[in-house]
T-cell receptor
């Protein structure tokens, strides 16, 4: 079974631009979570989607948004990019049989904001 | 709130040495506990997990036991290899409500194993 895939793997943007990142979960997985990883803050939860609904959101500004499609694929969008948004963005999928299901991670998208 | 604390790194060992990475947690409720490993330039890979007290997770020679009384989930391996060099993350997840899909991670421990 194919793992979680994320595209693109690398991105360079400039301040003020916006960016969209994509995540395809493992086949059959219905929950997708997004995380931001930086050297200073570590791994921080952004949001979680299940059946096209956002069920949970972390402490990030409204510039960070996401959505999930009927095939469980998910996208996250960051508008008005700031230098501090440079990070590795990871998505993870789970079966969501229960709410403590194991999450399986993709390789990440590394975003550099100049 | 919920939190995970890992021992400070980096940890540097010689090949075949014994490894312990300490992890303690604070949680409201009964979390599931995980260890993930991250190799350079990659995402996180699940190493092992435990879902209830006294459960022992194990994989690839690594072990960790869910200790409710000490709120700990220490990672151990009897004999490390150079290929084990990576960053290790301890994490927890709770059920439902504001915890949907939210893993809470420790700060990560860098492990370097020398030949």
């Amino acid at each position: 079974k194919a793992g979680v895939t994320q595209t693109p793997r690398y991105l360079i943007k400039t301040r003020g631009q916006q960016v969209t990142l994509s995540c395809s979960p493992i086949s059959g997985h219905r929950s997708v979570s997004w995380y931001q990883q930086t050297p200073g803050q570590g791994l921080q939860f952004l949001f979680e989607y299940f059946s096209e609904t956002q069920r949970n959101k972390g402490n990030f500004p409204g510039r960070f948004s996401g959505r999930q499609f009927s095939n469980s694929r998910s996208e996250m969008n960051v508008s008005t990019l700031e230098l501090g948004d440079s990070a590795l963005y990871l998505c993870a999928s789970s079966l969501e049989v229960g709410t403590q299901e194991t999450q399986y991670f993709g390789p990440g998208t590394r975003l550099l904001v100049l | 709130g919920n939190s995970v604390t890992q021992m400070e790194g980096p940890v540097t060992l010689s090949e075949e040495a014994f490894l312990t990475i300490n992890c303690t947690y604070t949680a409201t409720g009964y979390p599931s506990l995980f260890w993930y490993v991250q190799y350079p330039g990659e995402g996180l890979q699940l190493l092992l997990k435990a879902t209830k007290a006294d459960d022992k997770g194990s994989n690839k020679g690594f072990e960790a036991t869910y200790r409710k009384e000490t709120t700990s989930f220490h990672l151990e391996k009897g004999s490390v290899q150079v290929s084990d060099s990576a960053v290790y993350f301890c994490a927890l997840i709770l059920a439902g409500g504001t915890s949907y899909g939210k893993l809470t991670f420790g700060q990560g421990t860098i492990l370097t194993v020398h030949p």
